[in-house]
């Protein structure tokens, strides 16, 4: 009888250890994978983040485009319009210049 309850509490040790060691190696096994999932979780927040880096950017990129486009047509009207103030006064200039210079001409002479 005694080698027989000596027998079982050895089979329950061995039993425990098995359970032991497989509750070792499950954890082991959930940690790596933890782990993976932690990594790809990181890869991903990165890549989400580079696009939404490069898509702000572009949008950064067309909004100077516009701005850009508008201050260049703001400028080809004001120049347009001093071109036109001007050449509506160019005649009463050349008039005026051709008279000083004919003042000019008579003080030497």
């Known amino acids: 009888m005694k080698t027989e309850v000596l ?9 425990y250890q098995k359970t032991i060691t497989a509750a070792q190696e499950e954890k ?7 782990e993976l999932e932690a990594d790809n979780l990181v890869i991903k927040a990165q890549s989400n ?17 516009l701005k850009h486009a508008e201050i260049i ?20 200039a050349v008039q005026l210049l051709v008279l000083r210079f004919k003042e000019q001409l008579h003080v030497k002479a």
């Open 7 to 15: 027998r079982d509490i050895k089979k329950t040790e061995e039993d």
């Open 49 to 65: 983040a580079e696009q939404y880096k490069k898509m702000k950017l572009e949008e950064a990129r067309h909004q100077a485009a």
């Open 28 to 34: 082991k096994y959930r940690h790596s994978q933890a």
């Open 73 to 92: 047509k703001s400028g080809n009207q004001k120049a347009a319009a001093i071109r036109e103030k001007g050449s509506k006064n160019l005649p009463k």
